[in-house]
């Protein structure tokens, strides 16, 4: 990611824009949205590496209108960047996975 971070925003409770995810990162507004509420945190830092997967998408150019449904291309490299991050954090912090 070259561009500046989007601001994060961290919710205990779902009042974000889109309510059935855990996390959602808003192109438009470039703004990100993290759901904390009653998950682990490795659950909630793979959430974010997710999003900000998606944000070096957009900032790609690789991202359109409704193309984030499951299993969409997107979608998949989005989970696999963020499962192999987690997977490298964990070897290095095995504490965080509980």
Not at 6 to 16: L, M, R
Not at 80 to 96: C, Q, S
């Amino acid at each position: 990611i070259t561009d500046p971070l989007p601001p994060i925003k961290f919710q205990d409770k779902k009042e974000g824009p889109d309510q059935h995810h855990t996390g959602y990162y808003n192109d438009d507004e470039n703004v990100m949205w993290i759901y904390t509420g009653n998950r682990n945190l490795i659950d909630i830092l793979r959430t974010v590496a997710h999003e900000l997967t998606h944000r070096k998408q957009h900032e790609g150019g690789k991202t359109y209108p409704d193309q984030s449904y499951p299993g969409s291309p997107i979608e998949r490299q989005a989970d696999e960047i963020a499962g192999i991050l987690m997977k490298l954090y964990g070897k290095m912090h095995p504490e965080i996975i509980e």
